[in-house]
């Protein structure tokens, strides 16, 4: 009995001993491959805005500063005609991720957001594969998880950030705080496009429906009709939805 007892604890800790080893060999792995993306991203930023960077670093600055890009302007419509096509999603905002494209060294920030609340569920959900690599620290995702993607954000180059501003339509999202987003869900769910711009996603903050976009329609009819109460909201589309039955 004894030697049985020797060879089982034997081999329990053998067991344990190979799974810390894998998981310690795993762990290099994935930074590896993380730092190998990030010095990418460097490299694409550094051979772009080379001048720029220079001439921070030779004025001792720490940043450099690029415009923001400019969105073509998004029709006025009223929500009721936004919601023949499109979508109404509350959304919680659980992660980010920065990436840089080429060939212009677009700089994009990615949220990972989870849909907490389909208001108004988009008519149609297009089952496509996007047709640009989505960032893979932020994937997989399950149903009720989507990214949506910024241009503009920031990543350091040789001790200098290189901030592009965010472009004229969008959003800068908070990490954990929550939205309201008349939106098109596209790629099978995959990515979240608000669209009306900036005017088609409401910050929540205690049930209030909150934007800076005073002077656009979508805005004004949330704030004149709902008083810019998701509550209030929320209850016209059910009401909306059953007559339409």
């Not at 620290?137 to 200098?160: A, F, K, Q, Y």
């Amino acid at each position: 009995m004894k030697v049985i007892l020797c060879l089982t604890l034997g081999l329990v800790l053998l067991s344990g001993g190979a799974w810390l080893w894998r998981t310690k060999m795993n762990v290099p792995r994935q930074q590896t491959s993380a730092d190998t993306q990030r010095a990418k991203y460097e490299r694409i930023v550094r051979d772009y805005h080379r001048e720029e960077i220079e001439r921070a670093k030779e004025l001792g600055r720490k940043e450099v500063i690029l415009p923001p890009g400019i969105d073509l302007p998004t029709p006025e419509l009223s929500l009721e005609e936004l919601l023949c096509d499109y979508g109404l999603l509350r959304v919680r905002v659980i992660d980010k991720e920065t990436t840089v494209s080429e060939p212009y060294a677009d700089i994009l920030t990615w949220y990972k957001v989870e849909i907490v609340e389909t208001l108004h569920e988009q008519r149609k959900v297009s089952d496509e594969a996007p047709p640009f690599e989505l960032p893979s620290r932020l994937l997989p995702s399950v149903p009720s998880e989507s990214l949506l993607v910024v241009n503009g954000g920031e990543i350091t180059v040789d001790g200098v950030t290189v901030v592009s501003e965010v472009s004229t339509e969008s959003v800068i999202y908070f990490p954990k705080e929550e939205y309201l987003i008349v939106a098109y869900l596209d790629y099978g769910g995959k990515l979240i496009r608000p669209v009306s711009g900036r005017a088609s996603v409401f910050h929540i903050i205690n049930k209030r429906l909150k934007s800076a976009q005073k002077e656009r329609r979508l805005v004004r009819e949330i704030e004149e009709r709902y008083g810019g109460d998701l509550d209030l909201l929320r209850s016209d589309v059910r009401l909306r939805q059953r007559r339409e039955k």
